[in-house]
């Protein structure tokens, strides 16, 4: 009998999401990463490869705040530079976790900045 942990569980749900989900330049996708210490988002473009925008919570304006403070911040950190980038709509990607506390907060601020998914 195999064990799988709760890291290859979210693997697996992250995978079944990115063969779905998929940015281009006019409407990139907005990747999530939780860490146990912060948050990080950007926009990608999956087309050409690239970064339009991110936000991470190692930032000085970030760094300060915990939890969904945090999230909340970054997310409208991050729509206010894709609204620089040109950037007005996104698809939402949380990379397998649950829309729930920390993931949902930052997709509010996103919402909230602007940025529409």
Same mark, same amino acid.
């Given at each position: ?70 999230a909340k911040k970054a997310g409208e950190? %991050? $729509? #206010?530079? !894709?609204?620089?980038? @040109?950037? *007005?709509?996104?698809v939402f990607d949380r990379s397998g ?8 907060? %930052? $997709? #509010?601020? !996103?919402?909230?900045? @602007?940025? *529409?998914?």
């Open positions: 009998m195999t064990v799988v942990t709760n890291r290859q569980r979210r693997q697996r749900r992250r995978y079944r999401v990115r063969a779905k989900v998929s940015g281009t330049a006019e409407r990139p996708r907005l990747s999530v990463y939780r860490s146990n210490r912060g948050i990080f988002a950007q926009l990608i473009d999956d087309v050409d490869g690239k970064t339009l925008a991110a936000a991470n919570w190692t930032e000085a304006e970030l760094s300060k705040l915990r939890g969904t403070e945090q950190l %991050l $729509a #206010e530079r !894709a609204k620089k980038a @040109g950037v *007005e709509t996104c976790y649950r829309y729930h506390g920390r993931v949902k907060a %930052l $997709a #509010e601020g !996103a919402r909230e900045g @602007g940025l *529409e998914f």
